[in-house]
């Protein structure tokens, strides 16, 4: 049997803030029958069937009256036969209630089970289900003796370090039964769950794989990778793959020592050494080490991930190793190699090669031929690829257009579309979560006309994200003031001028941040329009001499006014507007830690910092910033301008949090 895993001042208050709050207090009440949504919510919570037929019966008149009727539905779909759920289906096929219906009623098809009707249904979801869905429709394929999807499915079932639902055991038995995954595979994803510190599974996968592995072992090698290193029986696969991976931690604390012990006992590893060259790598690319690349070359012979390429193209990039760039780019799987960012370094390199005195004629040529190709591709887009594309092929953006007039035709559409009018309905109850999933549920099939609209209202309402949201989507008629919207521009104005900040750049970040909802609140607890930490509004606000209290945050100009202190004091202390875009987010000191000794060029800079997040939350804070100085009327519409050169690292300590 093959093993699977279970499971300054006052704030503000200007005529505009004034304006926006009133806006939001006329924008059209819940109706009565809206309310009664409230109500049988509440008694489907509880179970109460009678509560719910009658809170049902109030809300006919509703555009909510779907949910009642599907939450009646949702009671029986234990033992409920098709006849009774598929006519409520079929009329709402497409919408985002019946869409919720269907996924509760497949799991329930899949727990008693009936696989030919879980077929059946499954076929009409309209959009990619979860993992257990997909999982349980593997299943329902393998009971009808189609085994076909499995080998799709193992790239993200199987090659992966997350632990997955129960509802995946029986395909992932099968994977293994037919050979699909392979011993070498365990061994790959035993690898991936030690890298992501998936502790619980890598055990797991050691039992699958012949040998135990306690927590107590996991933590030794994880205090004291060096002490297990030299003690290894090379005799033991287990314990070469162990000792590979512990040269990863070994060469974070003691990278000279990890490297002249592995430079030693190479050869003991046998082909586990081209995993340990792998961990070097990736430890030296962490802290920019020139040397990484040569460990990368050594590792060639060990399996990839997709992490792990995308880690040493941005280490080539940070150094500017264009020919060893483009031989590694054509190695890369085509998910990766179409990918925006990679498209754009390849015309970098590819204009590089051309520009060398040892590339042929008819090479050079195809060459710069090939990168204005990329270039005029990307530059079709006004990203922040799209934007150094359509800079390094001499253009700019040109002036705003006119703005899209939304008609009565488009107005009346609007209210005819039962999606939308759900999504406004819940946010007038202040359903946050629901509201907002029906937007976005909408916004997928909806027009350019159609999202324009959407997004007007939305606006109108004090819906500011989903406004961006919608207008984000439009294929071929974008409006910008929509996409770059910029409600409390007094407030924010006024205290971005008060510390000489760039307003453009404000509300660039506070776009990133929080899409301009006043009550965002982060995972890790950052609340606000500037998604401010509690440790830092704290901080701040003592140098300011105002009373800290946690509501703070949520006050609009005083999240603004400590928010924009910050963002000053962090460019003071870094010196540079990419720098201090990425110390708001990460935090100064890794800014700093991800500089050079020298000058960088700013994308090289961008590119390589090591954090996924704060990588894509620099690019998208510096191109929203253009587009807000475009829609100002500023200069500062130039993407490389505004990137420029990052200095190298300064010596001095960083005051503040």
Request: glycine share 6%; aromatic share 10%; charged share 25%.
């Amino acid at each position: 049997m093959h093993p699977v895993r279970r499971r300054h001042r006052a704030p503000r208050v200007t005529l505009a803030v004034l304006g926006a709050c009133l806006g939001m207090l006329s924008a059209a009440p819940a109706s009565a029958a809206d309310s009664d949504w409230l109500t049988a919510r509440e008694a489907f919570r509880k179970a109460d069937d009678a509560a719910l037929a009658r809170a049902t019966q109030a809300m006919q008149d509703s555009a909510l009256a779907a949910y009642g009727e599907s939450w009646l539905l949702w009671r029986r779909l234990k033992d409920a036969p098709a006849a009774e759920i598929r006519p409520f289906l079929a009329r709402e096929q497409g919408s985002y209630v019946a869409e919720r219906l269907r996924s509760e009623w497949l799991r329930q098809l899949a727990r008693r089970p009936d696989w030919a009707l879980f077929r059946q249904e499954y076929a009409q979801l309209q959009a990619e289900p979860d993992v257990e869905l997909q999982c349980m429709k593997l299943q329902a394929d393998i009971e009808a003796g189609d085994f076909a999807a499995l080998p799709a499915a193992k790239a993200w079932l199987w090659m992966t370090a997350k632990d997955q639902v129960a509802a995946c055991d029986p395909a992932m038995r099968a994977m293994q039964a037919r050979g699909i995954v392979t011993e070498e595979d365990r061994w790959q994803r035993f690898r991936l769950a030690l890298d992501a510190n998936a502790a619980g599974l890598a055990r797991f996968l050691a039992t699958s794989l012949g040998f135990e592995l306690t927590a107590a072992q996991q933590k030794s090698l994880q205090d004291q990778p060096d002490a297990y290193i030299k003690q290894i029986d090379p005799a033991r696969r287990e314990q070469r793959e162990l000792a590979a991976w512990a040269y990863g931690r070994w060469a974070r604390v003691s990278p000279d020592s990890a490297l002249t012990h592995l430079e030693v006992k190479a050869d003991e590893l046998g082909p586990q050494a081209a995993l340990a060259w792998r961990q070097l790598a990736m430890a030296g690319a962490r802290r920019f080490d020139p040397a990484a690349e040569t460990w990368f070359a050594r590792s060639d012979s060990a399996p990839w991930t997709d992490v792990q390429r995308e880690t040493r193209l941005r280490q080539l990039v940070r150094f500017a190793n264009w020919p060893a760039w483009l031989a590694q780019y054509d190695q890369l799987p085509a998910n990766l190699r179409d990918s925006r960012g990679w498209q754009y370094w390849q015309a970098q390199a590819l204009l590089f090669r051309a520009q060398q005195k040892d590339t042929g004629k008819a090479q050079a040529q195809t060459d710069n031929a090939g990168a204005r190709r990329l270039l005029a591709r990307l530059s079709a887009d006004d990203d922040y690829y799209g934007l150094l594309a359509l800079e390094q092929l001499g253009q700019a953006l040109g002036p705003l257009s006119k703005p899209v007039q939304i008609n009565d035709d488009d107005r009346a559409r609007l209210a005819r579309h039962a999606g939308f009018q759900r999504a406004f309905a819940l946010r007038r109850l202040d359903q946050r979560w629901e509201s907002a999933s029906e937007f976005n549920w909408a916004v997928r099939t909806a027009d350019d006309r159609l999202l324009l609209a959407a997004a007007q209202q939305a606006d109108e309402l004090g819906w500011h994200d989903r406004a961006i949201y919608a207008a984000e989507r439009t294929k071929t008629l974008h409006e910008p003031r929509f996409r770059y919207l910029s409600p409390y521009r007094e407030v924010t104005r006024g205290y971005a001028r008060d510390m000489g900040l760039d307003e453009a750049w404000v509300f660039g970040l506070i776009r990133q941040e929080s899409r301009f909802v006043t009550v965002a609140r982060s995972s890790a607890g950052a609340g606000g329009l500037m998604q401010l930490m509690p440790g830092t509004a704290q901080w701040v606000a003592n140098r300011l001499g105002i009373p800290y209290h946690a509501a703070i945050v949520n006050d609009i100009g005083q999240n603004v006014r400590l928010g924009t202190y910050y963002l000053n004091h962090v460019l003071t202390e870094l010196g540079h507007p990419v720098l201090a875009t990425a110390g708001y987010n990460a935090g100064p000191r890794r800014a700093r830690e991800w500089q050079g000794d020298a000058a960088l060029d700013a994308t090289r800079y961008i590119e390589s910092i090591p954090f996924g997040e704060t990588r894509d939350y620099v690019k998208k804070v510096m191109t929203n910033a253009v587009h807000y100085a475009r829609a100002f009327g500023q200069d500062g519409a130039h993407l490389r301008e505004r990137l420029g050169t990052v200095p190298g690292r300064a010596l001095t300590p960083i005051e503040g949090p």
